[in-house]
């Protein structure tokens, strides 16, 4: 728990620090632009990123009717509303999927099958995430939307790289099983000749259980090739209105000129991509400095801070908020260090069923 509250703690200090930054120079042009913002439009934007929410939700309610039947759609909502919290208090979202096997426990649903429900839910948004990722690519090669932002450039292809690699071996590990241990082994084997690896058995124990647990799941999807494919269908559509939510936020504050559907989608998508593996709980700092970065190749001055800003509150804040007040409504004090005891017991579960 001490930790969590550290984190807060760094995700307050980058925001203020952050504000800061926005604010220094041009303090009366942001407050200006900011309370002449066009409130319907700005409705319009919460209302794009409920959109987002609901097709996120029905990805994940898919694959959770599978294993329970009778649960509900506001459940499976609950779960991710919380998962917005604890993703965002948490270094590379670690913590959402942890508290909502937790809340799955709670309904009667083991802490396998809890396991099994997040990792094909991943693995379904990772597919989706890395389709409109190359889309982005394709685009900014046709239209040269950010050549002149080399080191963000180069930010976002590392981390379409490292998608990309998570993607293809999440795949290759879900549908491979003895040639997954044989080069596990290799690997291991290999780094523990030049003493880069300690405790060889342990560590290849641990990563032949994670693809165990990976190769289960392949399975699974492949026995419900229905719900998987609706749910891949429901993960493009709920980036595609994140991926879009930005021009909404552009006409509040009318700076909207530059922008088009498919410009805000290439620089969403290569925000997002660019930010899934800062180590900064909620990436703080790393997704305001690639928003601006991103964007400011269409947008200036007071309008471009306000833009992140604005953003930034409703994608991040605002789901954050709503999700922390969620969750201590239906939980009493200890549920989080209950759900950490449950995340760690599973590992060690998992690493015994492979010897």
């Known amino acids: 728990m001490k930790k969590k509250w550290f984190n807060i703690l760094i995700i307050l200090a980058i925001t203020v620090g952050f504000l800061w930054f926005t604010l220094k120079d041009n303090f009366n042009g942001v407050v200006s632009t900011l309370f002449?913002?066009?409130?319907?439009?700005?409705?319009?934007?919460?209302?794009?990123?409920?959109?987002?929410?609901?097709?996120?939700?029905?990805?994940?309610?898919?694959?959770?009717?599978?294993?329970?039947?009778?649960?509900?759609?506001?459940?499976?909502?609950?779960?991710?509303?919380?998962?917005?919290?604890?993703?965002?208090?948490?270094?590379?979202?670690?913590?959402?999927?942890?508290?909502?096997?937790?809340?799955?426990?709670?309904?009667?649903?083991?802490?396998?099958?809890?396991?099994?429900?997040?990792?094909?839910?991943?693995?379904m948004f990772q597919i989706a995430l890395m389709f409109w990722a190359i889309l982005s690519v394709i685009f900014d090669q046709i239209f040269h939307f950010f050549q002149y932002v080399p080191v963000l450039q180069q930010m976002m292809e590392?981390?379409?790289?490292?998608?990309?690699?998570?993607?293809?071996?999440?795949?290759?590990?879900?549908?491979?099983?003895?040639?997954?241990?044989?080069?596990?082994?290799?690997?291991?084997?290999?780094?523990?000749?030049?003493?880069?690896?300690?405790?060889?058995?342990?560590?290849?124990?641990?990563?032949?259980?994670?693809c165990q647990n990976y190769y289960e799941n392949g399975q699974e999807l492949l026995r419900n090739k229905k719900t998987f494919a609706k749910g891949v269908c429901y993960q493009l559509l709920a980036l595609l209105a994140y991926y879009w939510l930005p021009i909404f936020i552009a006409l509040a504050i009318g700076c909207a000129d530059n922008l088009n559907l498919i410009n805000v989608f290439a620089a969403s998508s290569y925000v997002f991509v660019m930010g899934c593996y800062v180590p900064i709980p909620g990436a703080s700092g790393g997704m305001e400095a690639g928003f601006m970065g991103f964007f400011g190749n269409f947008v200036e001055g007071a309008p471009l801070n306000v833009f992140v800003l604005?953003?930034?509150?409703?994608?991040?804040?605002?789901?954050?908020?709503?999700?922390?007040?969620?969750?201590?409504?239906?939980?009493?004090?200890?549920?989080?260090?209950?759900?950490?005891?449950?995340?760690?017991?599973?590992?060690k579960a998992k690493a015994k069923k492979t010897t």
């Open 158 to 210: 590392a981390g379409f790289i490292i998608n990309l690699v998570i993607l293809l071996a999440l795949l290759f590990i879900s549908f491979s099983k003895n040639f997954n241990k044989a080069v596990i082994r290799g690997i291991i084997n290999t780094l523990a000749k030049f003493g880069l690896v300690k405790n060889k058995k342990a560590r290849i124990e641990r990563w032949e259980a994670a």
């Open 36 to 123: 002449s913002a066009n409130i319907g439009w700005l409705l319009l934007a919460l209302a794009v990123f409920c959109i987002y929410m609901l097709f996120d939700t029905l990805s994940t309610y898919g694959i959770i009717k599978i294993y329970k039947k009778d649960a509900t759609f506001k459940f499976a909502l609950y779960l991710g509303i919380i998962n917005k919290f604890f993703c965002g208090i948490t270094p590379l979202s670690s913590g959402g999927q942890p508290m909502q096997i937790y809340e799955l426990k709670k309904k009667g649903v083991p802490v396998s099958t809890g396991a099994n429900i997040e990792v094909q839910a991943y693995m």
């Open 310 to 347: 604005l953003w930034r509150g409703i994608t991040y804040y605002l789901p954050m908020i709503v999700g922390a007040v969620a969750f201590n409504v239906h939980n009493s004090k200890g549920a989080i260090e209950e759900a950490e005891k449950i995340a760690s017991d599973s590992s």
